[in-house]
């Protein structure tokens, strides 16, 4: 292998590290940062990203508080719940697990969670003042990658940047951050022509595709850092990304595993956004315990 693994799990802990200790201090001030998730059904794989993101906020010391609902509640009844959780000055954070049933409009509920607590980035003011550039909620996955790169010492000014995806939750809003920090970012997608002739010319590719290793050697440039976003099941039921791991590995300069690269730094930054939702809280004399 000659590309340089790059470990959400290493950099993700320290990060969980730096968190906890700036809750410590919130905590000695008589601020408890607070997180809410709402779990609405029986979805397996909801339930399992669910039981991560209590363990994780329990254990960088703050308030997790889950609340399930059955699938058939109604949609004012959800809402009517977001509105209860707004209103809690011990809550600083509010996510709503998707997908929802398909009774309830995933758009309306998005933007019934205050943006002030919108934790997860989603809601349409965040992401209107982080296509500005304004101080905002970032979506966790992007703003986790933008920290596996700013971490490896990767450059991104003048760099080009490609994005294999166009979803509102990672490939939109990661192309923006990129765009930001003066990357030249090319968007890839379902219906673009002749995807390796875009893909090669990567300095960052950045995959976001849901389709089990379908990037392999023949999209990739020698020396490209490779950020695989993917988490799927091979033929054997094994966890794998987007992204032919051992056929790129010998051409990247660098690249994440799956699992063990994006996936842990998705919570470690809903941790981080919480925490700064507090903080802002506290500063503003509206936080309680």
Known sequence: MN???ISGTSIGNEIREEIKERVLKLKEGGCVPGLAVILVGDNQASH?????????SVAAGMKSELVRLPVSVSEDELLEQINKLNLDQTIHGILVQLPLPNHIDENLVIQAIDPDKDVD???PINVGKMIIGQRS???????GIIKLLERTNTPISGQHAVIVGRSNIVGKPMGQLLLQR???VTYCHSKTKDLASFTKQADILIVAMGQTKFIGAEHVKEGAVVIDVGMNRDENGKLCGDVDFDEVKNI??????VPGGVGPMTITMLLKNTLHSAETAFKSGNCCE
């Open 121 to 123: 980035g989603f809601h």
């Open 137 to 143: 909620y970032l979506s966790c996955t992007p703003y």
């Open 182 to 184: 003066d990357a030249t």
């Open 3 to 5: 590309a340089k693994l």
């Open 252 to 257: 990247a300069s660098a690249i994440t595993p």
């Open 48 to 56: 399992t990203y669910v039981r991560n993101k209590e363990k994780s």
